[in-house]
């Protein structure tokens, strides 16, 4: 079974740093999907970025970054000139694509963001 | 389009009652996905529908709880009899075809029972 491990329970950074979170993944497939969530205090879930395994290219979306390291089973997740909007629950997410498709979640870090 | 709609917002009851907890995914997508969030365990899919038809409910944690969906744009989660240790978030999610572009979350319920 897949499994996702976030190591990190908690950060905390200043408003405008650039903060980097940790993901690593479990998994005996070769093609699957990754992805960030991220949850704040209004509780909704939104999908913040999303990586295809067999691209090596990383993806970014303005702010956010993905380290993708495959053989290594990592996946982290880069947020620059941080703000306090970013203040939430961030869950790194796999789903494969043989048998059931069912995204995994990690069990999050709370990320908070200081003025 | 709405997104995924829950209903309701937040729910409490007492220990021993039924509770419905309702979703409508968004229009067109055809997978339908039941997840429960708690501080212990996370976030954990329950159960998930492919076109209205149940594929994988082996994380529904007992059979106090039912799930059904009778039609494309409606789904259900029943709780009978509810115990406190059934208070979490539930998540409904929704999304089309193969899953490759994630999951449209709803707002969540949040389930208190007394």
């Known amino acids: 079974a897949q499994t996702v491990t976030q190591s990190q329970p908690e950060m905390s950074v200043q408003e405008a740093e650039t903060v980097t979170l940790s993901c690593t993944y479990d998994?005996?497939?070769?093609?699957?999907?990754l992805f960030w969530y991220k949850q704040p205090p209004s509780r909704q879930m939104i999908l913040v970025i999303r990586?295809?395994?067999?691209?090596?290219q990383n993806a970014t979306e303005n702010r956010f970054s993905v380290n993708f390291q495959k053989a290594a089973k990592s996946f982290s997740l880069k947020i620059s000139d941080s703000q306090l909007g970013d203040t939430a629950m961030y869950f790194c997410?796999?789903?494969?694509?043989?048998?059931?498709?069912?995204?995994?979640f990690g069990q999050g870090t709370r990320l908070t963001i200081n003025p | 389009d709405a997104g995924v709609i829950q209903s309701p917002r937040h729910e409490v009851t007492e220990m021993g009652q039924e509770v419905t907890l309702r979703c409508k995914p968004i229009?067109?997508?055809?997978?339908l996905f039941w997840y429960r969030q708690t501080m212990m365990r996370g976030l954990e899919l329950l159960i998930y529908?492919?076109?209205?038809?149940?594929?994988?409910d082996s994380g529904m944690p007992e059979d106090r709880f039912s799930a059904k969906m009778p039609n494309a744009s409606f789904s259900t989660l029943k709780i009978q009899p509810s115990e406190p240790r059934d208070s979490a978030v539930y998540f409904c999610a929704s999304s089309f075809g193969t899953v490759n572009y994630g999951y449209t979350f709803g707002s969540g319920t949040r389930l208190t029972v007394v």
């Open positions: 990586q295809e395994a067999y691209k090596q």
């Open positions: 529908f492919n076109n209205n038809v149940p594929i994988d």
């Open positions: 997410a796999f789903i494969g694509l043989q048998g059931a498709q069912k995204l995994v």
């Open positions: 998994t005996s497939e070769s093609n699957y999907y």
């Open positions: 229009s067109g997508h055809d997978y």
